[in-house]
């Protein structure tokens, strides 16, 4: 069974800093990609930024300059460093894994979610 467990979120003022963390255990075959989303009070979770395996990184333009994701495939860890924090970053933060299973069967497993608050 494959497990996320997320740590790193809080509170913080406008301009400050945070670090995300979301470590993977149990069997898994191999990860594809992993990567965050996070979700703010009344709206739909939105895609922040993903990681392949190989390194290859997507940022959705509301963060680009701003958030770094990384990861650390041996370990199955992935983080995401949010610098110059606004309000508007406001939200529970999920990270999830994309695995391969084999035969074309792809899965998303996703953290508990950890909530970021910035305050202005």
């Known amino acids: 069974q494959v497990q996320l467990v997320e740590s790193g979120g809080g509170l913080v003022q406008a301009g400050g800093s945070l670090r995300l963390s979301c470590a993977a255990s149990?069997?898994?075959?191999?990860?594809?990609?992993m990567g965050w989303y996070r979700q703010a009070p009344g709206k739909q979770r939105e895609l922040v930024a993903r990681i392949t395996i190989g390194g290859s990184t997507n940022y959705e333009d509301f963060v680009k300059g701003r958030f770094t994701i990384s990861a650390e495939n041996a370990k199955r860890v992935v983080y995401l460093q949010m610098n110059s924090l606004k309000p508007e970053d406001t939200g529970v933060y999920y990270c999830?894994?994309?695995?391969?299973?084999?035969?074309?069967?792809?899965?998303?497993?996703w953290g508990q979610g950890t909530q970021v608050t910035v305050s202005s």
């Open positions: 149990g069997s898994m075959f191999a990860i594809n990609s």
């Open positions: 999830y894994f994309n695995l391969s299973w084999g035969a074309s069967l792809d899965l998303d497993y």
